[in-house]
C-alpha cells in the first residue's frame, strides 16, 4: 500500500494549486495548500509535515529562498522532504535545491501522475528516515520507552533477542521471577514487529477464574452456558492480525493446554457453543515464573504444548543477578515519580545507592521501583535520604526510624525487623503482611526462608 503522508503546497498559481492540491487528496495525503511563501514559512514552524512541494518563482520570495531558510534553521532528521517545481528549470536552480537538500524537483509543465510517483518516493524516504531516527533514539535511551533499562550482559542479551525475533512471527516464551519486566519485554517483540499497528492483547492466566479463561480465551455464543445473554468475542479473535501475551501460563488447566495446544497448531479457534472454526493469524508470547520443565516431568504440564511455546526462549535474568544495573534504575525512576508527583527530587544519596545495591531485590525491578516511588514521595529534599529509603518498601507507621542502609549489616538487620513488624502488625496473617510492605507473598516466603521466621 502507497505510503500517505502531511503535504504543504506553495505556488503562486492560484488554478495550479488548487489542481495539484485536488490529485493529492485523492491519493490519500493530508495536503494544506497556501499561494503565499510567507504564509508557508508561518506554517513551517507552527506545525510538522512529511513534505514540502514549493514552486521557485513566486513574487515575495523564491522557492529556492524558502528552502534556504527551512535548512538553515531545522534540523535535517525535524524537516520534512522537499520538492521544488519551476517553469524555468535552468539546471543551476536545480541543482542548488539539491544541493540545499532538495530530494527532486518537477519541471512544469509536468503530468498529474508524474508528481504522484515523485510524492510517493519522497514520502518513502521520509517514512525511512523517521524509522531511522526512531530506531537510534531507542537504543540511545537505553529502551527508557519500555522501562528496559540496562547495560548488563544478561539485560544486553534480552533485548538483543527480543530484536531478533520481533521480525518474524515465531512463538516466544519469556521466562523469569515476578517483577522482572516479561510483560515490558513482550511489547518490545510487538512494538518493533511488522504486526505493530495492529493490537497486542494480553491476558493474565492465573488472575481469571477457570471456569471463565476458555470463554476469555475463545468467545463463546449465546446460550453457551449460563449467563451468556449475548454473543462474545476472545481475545484471540481480537488480537487477529496482531499479538496475544498469556501471562502465567504456567497455571493453566490440562484441558485448556490442550485447546491452546490445537490453537498453535492448527491457527484455528473454536468459540464456545459455537459449530464454526475461526481462522486466525497471531502471533502468541507466552510468559511464567514457574519452572515448566519441571512441571512436564511432573506431569503438570503438556509435553507438546512446552515444545511448541518454546520456540525461542527469552530468560529475563533476576535483579540480585545484574546488580550493575541498579544505578541506571534507580535514576530512571527517581525521574519518572518526580515528574508524575511534582516533587522536586533530583537523586539519591550515595550511600543509599551503595545500599541498594547490596540487597537481593526478591521482587526484582517491581520491587525497586516501588522503594523509590516511595523515597520520592517522602523525601525532605532534593536528594533521596537514608531516611527516605526503606527496603520491601515498609513505609508503614510501624517501620518508621529504621536505620540507614550504608552497611551490609544494617539492610540485614532492616529487613528481619521489617518482616518482624509487618506479622506482628498483621496478627501473624502471612497475606496481610506481605500486602503491608508492597511486596508478593512469594517475596516474603524467600525472606522468611532466608532468616529462619516463623
Same mark, same amino acid.
Given at each position: 500500500?502507497?505510503?500517505?503522508?502531511?503535504?504543504?503546497?506553495?505556488?503562486? #498559481?492560484? =488554478?495550479?494549486?488548487?489542481?495539484?492540491?485536488?490529485?493529492?487528496?485523492?491519493?490519500?495525503?493530508?495536503?494544506?495548500?497556501?499561494?503565499?511563501?510567507?504564509?508557508?514559512?508561518?506554517?513551517?514552524?507552527?506545525?510538522?509535515?512529511?513534505?514540502?512541494?514549493?514552486?521557485?518563482?513566486?513574487? #515575495?520570495?523564491?522557492?529556492? *529562498?524558502?528552502?534556504?531558510?527551512?535548512?538553515?534553521?531545522?534540523?535535517?532528521?525535524?524537516?520534512?522532504?522537499?520538492?521544488?517545481?519551476?517553469?524555468?528549470?535552468?539546471?543551476?536552480?536545480?541543482?542548488?535545491? &539539491?544541493?540545499?537538500?532538495?530530494?527532486?524537483?518537477?519541471?512544469?509543465?509536468?503530468?498529474?501522475?508524474?508528481?504522484?510517483?515523485?510524492? $510517493? /518516493?519522497?514520502?518513502?524516504?521520509?517514512?525511512?528516515?523517521?524509522?531511522?531516527?526512531?530506531?537510534?533514539?531507542?537504543?540511545?535511551?537505553? @529502551?527508557? %520507552?519500555?522501562? !528496559?533499562?540496562?547495560?548488563? $550482559?544478561? !539485560?544486553?542479551?534480552?533485548?538483543?533477542?527480543?530484536? &531478533?525475533?520481533?521480525?518474524?512471527?515465531?512463538?516466544?516464551?519469556?521466562?523469569?521471577?515476578?517483577?522482572?519486566?516479561?510483560?515490558?519485554?513482550?511489547?518490545?517483540?510487538?512494538? /518493533?514487529?511488522?504486526?505493530?499497528?495492529?493490537?497486542?492483547?494480553?491476558?493474565?492466566?492465573?488472575?481469571?477464574?477457570?471456569?471463565?479463561?476458555?470463554?476469555?480465551? @475463545?468467545? %463463546?455464543?449465546?446460550?453457551?452456558?449460563?449467563?451468556?445473554?449475548?454473543? =462474545? =468475542?476472545?481475545?484471540?479473535?481480537?488480537?487477529?492480525?496482531?499479538?496475544? @501475551?498469556?501471562?502465567?501460563?504456567?497455571? &493453566?488447566?490440562?484441558?485448556?493446554?490442550? =485447546?491452546?495446544?490445537?490453537?498453535?497448531?492448527?491457527?484455528?479457534?473454536?468459540?464456545?457453543?459455537?459449530?464454526?472454526?475461526?481462522?486466525?493469524?497471531? /502471533?502468541?508470547?507466552?510468559?511464567?515464573?514457574?519452572?515448566?520443565?519441571?512441571?512436564?516431568? *511432573?506431569?503438570?504440564?503438556?509435553?507438546?504444548?512446552?515444545?511448541?511455546?518454546?520456540?525461542?526462549?527469552?530468560?529475563?535474568?533476576?535483579?540480585?543477578?545484574?546488580?550493575? *544495573?541498579?544505578?541506571?534504575?534507580?535514576?530512571? @525512576?527517581?525521574?519518572?515519580?518526580?515528574?508524575?508527583?511534582?516533587?522536586?527530587?533530583?537523586?539519591?544519596?550515595?550511600?543509599?545507592?551503595?545500599?541498594?545495591?547490596?540487597?537481593?531485590?526478591?521482587?526484582?525491578?517491581?520491587?525497586?521501583?516501588?522503594?523509590?516511588?516511595?523515597?520520592?514521595?517522602?523525601?525532605?529534599?532534593?536528594?533521596?535520604?537514608?531516611?527516605?529509603?526503606?527496603?520491601?518498601?515498609?513505609?508503614?507507621?510501624?517501620?518508621?526510624?529504621?536505620?540507614?542502609?550504608?552497611? +551490609?549489616?544494617? !539492610?540485614?538487620?532492616?529487613?528481619?525487623?521489617?518482616? /518482624?513488624?509487618?506479622?506482628?502488625?498483621?496478627?501473624?496473617?502471612?497475606?496481610?503482611?506481605?500486602?503491608?510492605?508492597?511486596?508478593?507473598?512469594?517475596?516474603?516466603?524467600?525472606?522468611?526462608?532466608?532468616? +529462619?521466621?516463623?
Amino acid at each position: 500500500m502507497a505510503h500517505r503522508g502531511s503535504i504543504l503546497l506553495v505556488d503562486d #498559481e492560484e =488554478k495550479i494549486l488548487k489542481t495539484l492540491s485536488r490529485a493529492l487528496r485523492d491519493a490519500g495525503h493530508e495536503v494544506v495548500d497556501t499561494t503565499s511563501a510567507r504564509q508557508a514559512q508561518r506554517l513551517l514552524n507552527a506545525r510538522t509535515f512529511d513534505l514540502l512541494v514549493v514552486d521557485n518563482l513566486m513574487p #515575495e520570495m523564491s522557492g529556492l *529562498d524558502l528552502i534556504r531558510e527551512l535548512v538553515a534553521g531545522t534540523p535535517e532528521g525535524e524537516r520534512p522532504q522537499i520538492l521544488m517545481m519551476t517553469a524555468h528549470a535552468t539546471v543551476e536552480s536545480a541543482i542548488e535545491a &539539491m544541493k540545499l537538500g532538495a530530494l527532486d524537483y518537477l519541471q512544469k509543465p509536468f503530468e498529474i501522475d508524474e508528481l504522484l510517483v515523485v510524492v $510517493r /518516493r519522497a514520502l518513502d524516504h521520509q517514512r525511512l528516515r523517521t524509522e531511522y531516527r526512531y530506531l537510534v533514539s531507542e537504543r540511545d535511551e537505553q @529502551f527508557d %520507552h519500555y522501562g !528496559i533499562i540496562g547495560r548488563s $550482559r544478561g !539485560i544486553q542479551d534480552v533485548i538483543a533477542r527480543a530484536e &531478533m525475533v520481533a521480525s518474524t512471527k515465531s512463538t516466544v516464551l519469556i521466562t523469569g521471577e515476578t517483577g522482572t519486566g516479561k510483560e515490558l519485554v513482550a511489547r518490545v517483540i510487538h512494538d /518493533r514487529s511488522a504486526q505493530r499497528d495492529m493490537p497486542l492483547i494480553k491476558v493474565n492466566c492465573a488472575a481469571i477464574p477457570e471456569t471463565l479463561l476458555e470463554s476469555e480465551l @475463545f468467545g %463463546h455464543v449465546r446460550g453457551a452456558f449460563t449467563g451468556a445473554t449475548s454473543n =462474545k =468475542k476472545g481475545k484471540f479473535a481480537l488480537a487477529d492480525g496482531g499479538t496475544i @501475551f498469556l501471562d502465567e501460563i504456567g497455571t &493453566m488447566t490440562p484441558t485448556l493446554q490442550a =485447546k491452546l495446544l490445537r490453537v498453535l497448531q492448527e491457527r484455528e479457534i473454536e468459540p464456545l457453543g459455537s459449530e464454526r472454526i475461526e481462522t486466525i493469524d497471531v /502471533r502468541v508470547i507466552a510468559a511464567t515464573n514457574r519452572d515448566l520443565r519441571q512441571m512436564v516431568a *511432573d506431569q503438570k504440564f503438556q509435553e507438546d504444548l512446552f515444545y511448541r511455546l518454546n520456540v525461542i526462549p527469552i530468560e529475563i535474568p533476576p535483579l540480585r543477578d545484574r546488580r550493575e *544495573d541498579i544505578p541506571a534504575l534507580v535514576e530512571h @525512576f527517581v525521574r519518572k515519580h518526580a515528574q508524575r508527583t511534582g516533587r522536586h527530587v533530583e537523586k539519591i544519596d550515595d550511600a543509599v545507592l551503595t545500599g541498594l545495591q547490596q540487597y537481593d531485590w526478591p521482587g526484582n525491578v517491581r520491587e525497586l521501583e516501588n522503594t523509590i516511588e516511595r523515597a520520592v514521595v517522602l523525601s525532605q529534599g532534593s536528594i533521596i535520604s537514608p531516611k527516605a529509603v526503606s527496603v520491601l518498601g515498609a513505609a508503614t507507621p510501624q517501620a518508621t526510624g529504621l536505620p540507614s542502609l550504608k552497611l +551490609r549489616q544494617n !539492610i540485614e538487620w532492616v529487613e528481619r525487623e521489617t518482616i /518482624r513488624r509487618a506479622l506482628e502488625g498483621a496478627g501473624g496473617v502471612k497475606k496481610d503482611a506481605a500486602e503491608l510492605m508492597g511486596i508478593s507473598q512469594r517475596a516474603l516466603s524467600y525472606y522468611l526462608a532466608k532468616y +529462619r521466621l516463623d
